[in-house]
């Protein structure tokens, strides 16, 4: 069954909102985008950054995301996951919480044989690039090889904490750069699949993030 980008956010608004008010526990949602989509984070305005007739014409929808960060062309082969969870699950702080969400990821991705880590390094940004999310990693993402592999962003409530994240498994056609209005295309990110060699499907993905979540974070999803 397809589901609209549009759909996801909806879906992931409404389990944040249920967690904020007490109806839902923990919730960890892995999903993937089909049709492709084009998100934007929270403080970006659309008719400023995508030509949007342009994307739809190509095949991609576009849509806001309720986290924040920058602009990330989601494929079908790309994996996203969607933790719901509370504030006072994770360390005090935004950076700390990232930190500690970002580790789980990286046991997950370990177990697919990339040597992922935590970005160490101070990355400049790129002037022309600064709302691209995979145009440079922030120093609480995942990095192989101090190439940015995954981006996330989170929505924070008085109890909720929503963090997305999305894993870069496979390039997207080298066209696409132009729906955007502001931004050109960068090297600063590297795929799944161009470090394995190989197919990666979404099972599998799946069932390396779920056991990574499981001993990163210590609760049952």
């Not at 944040?16 to 934007?40: A, V």
């Not at 995979?134 to 101090?146: K, L, M, N, R």
């Amino acid at each position: 069954m397809k589901v609209s980008g549009s759909e996801h956010m909806a879906l992931d608004c409404e389990l944040f909102e249920k967690y904020e008010s007490g109806q839902t526990k923990d919730t960890l949602r892995l999903y993937s985008w089909d049709p492709p989509c084009i998100s934007l984070g929270y403080s970006q305005k659309i008719e400023e950054e995508v030509d949007v007739d342009r994307a739809k014409r190509l095949g991609w929808d576009v849509v806001r995301r309720p986290t924040g960060g920058g602009i990330v062309f989601h494929n079908e082969a790309e994996v996203t996951y969607s933790l719901i969870t509370g504030i006072d699950q994770l360390p005090a702080g935004l950076i700390p919480s990232y930190k500690k969400i970002s580790e789980a990821v990286v046991l997950g991705l370990r177990k697919l044989g990339l040597k992922a880590e935590i970005n160490k390094m101070n990355v400049e940004r790129r002037a022309l690039n600064v709302g691209l999310c995979f145009s440079y990693p922030a120093e609480y993402e995942i990095v192989v090889g101090g190439r940015k592999i995954v981006g996330s962003a989170q929505k924070r409530g008085r109890h909720a904490l929503l963090q997305q994240g999305s894993i870069f498994v496979r390039p997207n056609g080298k066209g696409i750069f132009s729906v955007l209005k502001r931004y050109h295309e960068d090297e600063m990110s590297i795929s799944v699949e161009e470090i394995l060699g190989r197919s990666v499907g979404f099972d599998e993905l799946k069932h390396a993030l779920c056991i990574g979540f499981k001993k990163g974070l210590g609760i049952e999803i």
